[in-house]
Structure formats: structure tokens, C-alpha cells
């Protein structure tokens, strides 16, 4: 018999879910209006995804710290892998097929936890001093972040290759870097501007192109017409035409929150980046429970920096504010890899705030 503490229910954060699940009914509400049989994939998903995020929730990650190295370069071997027995989709090879069973698996997803804990595994072992890290330990740290960057971004995957990147140095600015350092590579990254944008596939700067055009690609074009007929308090099913005469492509993962507003308008696009906003505060400003505790702070604050980045990118590229890349909206897009990897990152961070004041994990007793 499980015996759980009462701590447990006194330490859990309820708001998370209280934010989250709302989003993920919406989301599904969505998708099963749009197409009833990735509605059912989905309640598949929604079921792993929980299950993940309880497996991760009642694990004692904190004893466990010792396996997180083994668990990134296990991650980075994956993505290695990717290079020589990777399968191909749309021009990209990242996946890999599981012998027999022909399901695939997607490295660069697994990779984000391990790349999450990794980076509050070194800086709790090496924290920053008074004034932050100096040459040596960025590099060290730089060299964590950057190596799945180039992995990721060979095979290509641009978009997640950046949003981890992103995610990296944002996390390191917040627990602290030397400043001379940032001065540096700004001036740095400024000068190699054109030989990076040179070093681009050519689809890429393609979506570039397209981006800084006059007149948007078709996609962003159907987009903001969607958003626009949307109009303050939305429009109706059989009225959402942009969506259900399939103009808008891609209507239940990169562009369903142009979807969304055809459907709830502006009322409901207020809605819902408000609740995106209110998650992300509340992830960074956990920061103050996790006072002196490396490990907890590189955790939330990632995550935050996680949901804040995918938000960001994926809203502004429907409205033609960013470039066209594949960054679901986290929670919402259809899709069964970024809803699980974000579960089992909630899982980890809900596991270090219920039993922060427990680390021995005492507080789960098994009773034969």
C-alpha cells in the first residue's frame, strides 16, 4: 500500500496545472473540431504525457543527480545516431525508427530534459562567484549548450537548435555571467553576422527572405487573414472559413493559434497569452523558492525561458513578426513529442518543490 505525506498536498504547486490544464482542453476542443481522428491521437498522447509526468514527479531526482551526465550524453548520442541511421521527412532526417515495432523517435525531444538538467547539474557543482562565471567556466558551460546546437542544427532543425541555444545563455545571464563577457560577444556576434547568415541552407534564408519581404509568404498571408476575420469576439465553426475550407495551412499545430482567434477572436487571443504570461511569471519568480539552490533555479528558470521562447516565436510568426519555423505552441499545437517533453519537465520541477524540504524523499512510504 502508498502511503503519501500530507506534506505532499501542502507543497504541491496547484497553479501550474490550474494554468496548464485549461490550455490543453482548449487545445483539444480545437483539434477535434478540426479533424476527429488526430483528436483521438491526441487523447493518446494526453495520456502518456501524464503518465510521464507522474513517473518523473514521484521519482527522487535528487538522489538520482549522479545519472544526469549518463542521461545527456546518452541524448547526444542519440542525436549522433541521427546522422547515420536516421530516417527523413520533408527534406529533414531527425528521427529515429525503433526496430520492428516502426515507431519513431525524435532525439532533439529527448534531448531537451537532458540538456535542462545537465545545465543545473554543472552550476550546482560550480556555482558562479560574486561576480559571475569568468572565461573559463562559460566555456565549459558553452561548450554543454553548443554542442547539441550544432548537432541539432546539421540535421536541420534550425528552430529548436536556436531555442535551445537561447534557453542556455538566457539561464547562464540570469545565474550570472561576467558582464565583460556579454560586452564581448555581442561585438562578436555582430561582426559575424553575414558569414553566419552565409552558412544558412537555403530554405533558411528563404524564410528570411520572406520575412523582412514586403508581402508575406502564402502561409503568414492566410495566417493574418484568419486572425483578421477572427475579429473581436471570433466566429462561429461553420463560419471559420479560412480553417475549414483549408486556406490556412497547418491549422492544428504551427498555425493553430491563428485558428484559435478565427474561432474566439481577440477576447480569446487576450485569454489565452494572458494565461501564457501568468504561467511564465510564476515559473521565474518560483526563483525565490529556490533561494541558494542552483539546481532549482537553472530548472525553472529554463523552463520558463522554455515556454516563453516557443510562445513568443510561434505567435509572432503567425501575425508575421518572426521568420516561419517549426516551434509548436506549447500545450496547444497538436502533436504528441513537445506535449510529452514539457510534461515530463513540469514533472521534474513539481518533484523539486513538493519535496524541497525533503531530500531524502522520505515522505513516500511503501507498505508491502
Do not use: C
Not at 255 to 277: M, N, P, Q
Amino acid at each position: 500500500m502508498l502511503q503519501i505525506d500530507r506534506r505532499i498536498l501542502t507543497h504541491f504547486d496547484f497553479l501550474i496545472p490550474m494554468l496548464v490544464i485549461p490550455i490543453v482542453a482548449l487545445s483539444f476542443y480545437l483539434v477535434s473540431e478540426a479533424n476527429s481522428i488526430l483528436a483521438n491521437k491526441q487523447i493518446v498522447y494526453f495520456t502518456v504525457g501524464f503518465a510521464t509526468f507522474l513517473f518523473f514527479f514521484l521519482m527522487p531526482i535528487r538522489k538520482l543527480e549522479w545519472f544526469i551526465p549518463f542521461f545527456y550524453w546518452v541524448s547526444v548520442a542519440l542525436l549522433v545516431s541521427v546522422e547515420f541511421f536516421g530516417i527523413s521527412k520533408l527534406g529533414a532526417k531527425r528521427w529515429l525508427e525503433i526496430p520492428f515495432v516502426h515507431f519513431t523517435i525524435q532525439p532533439s525531444e529527448i534531448l531537451k530534459p537532458a540538456f535542462i538538467l545537465m545545465l543545473a547539474y554543472l552550476i550546482k557543482h560550480n556555482p558562479p562567484d560574486t561576480e559571475g562565471y569568468g572565461w573559463k567556466d562559460f566555456f565549459k558551460l558553452s561548450f554543454y549548450i553548443l554542442l547539441p546546437f550544432f548537432l541539432i542544427a546539421k540535421e536541420p532543425d534550425l528552430g529548436t537548435a536556436m531555442v535551445l541555444l537561447i534557453v542556455g545563455y538566457v539561464t547562464l545571464f540570469v545565474i550570472g555571467v561576467n558582464k565583460k563577457i556579454w560586452i564581448i560577444l555581442a561585438i562578436g556576434i555582430g561582426i559575424s553576422g553575414p558569414f553566419l547568415y552565409n552558412s544558412l541552407h537555403d530554405y533558411q534564408k528563404k524564410r528570411i527572405l520572406d520575412f523582412v519581404s514586403e508581402k508575406p509568404s502564402y502561409h503568414v498571408k492566410q495566417s493574418i487573414i484568419a486572425i483578421g476575420s477572427g475579429g473581436l469576439d471570433g466566429k462561429d465553426k461553420v463560419d471559420a472559413t479560412q480553417t475549414h475550407f483549408k486556406f490556412l495551412p497547418i491549422a492544428t499545430s504551427d498555425f493553430i493559434f491563428a485558428y484559435y482567434v478565427e474561432r474566439f477572436g481577440f477576447w480569446g487571443a487576450l485569454i489565452l497569452i494572458s494565461t501564457y504570461a501568468l504561467l511564465i511569471v510564476h515559473l521565474i519568480t518560483l526563483n525565490i523558492k529556490f533561494h541558494k539552490d542552483y539546481f532549482g533555479q537553472v530548472i525553472t528558470t529554463a523552463i520558463g525561458l522554455l515556454v516563453f521562447v516557443y510562445m513568443g516565436v510561434n505567435i509572432s510568426m503567425t501575425i508575421g513578426f518572426a521568420p516561419v519555423v517549426g516551434v509548436p505552441l506549447p500545450f496547444f499545437s497538436y502533436g504528441g513529442s513537445s506535449f510529452i517533453t514539457f510534461m515530463i519537465l513540469f514533472g521534474i520541477l513539481e518533484n523539486l518543490i513538493t519535496f524541497r524540504f525533503d531530500r531524502t524523499y522520505k515522505s513516500v512510504q511503501y507498505n508491502l
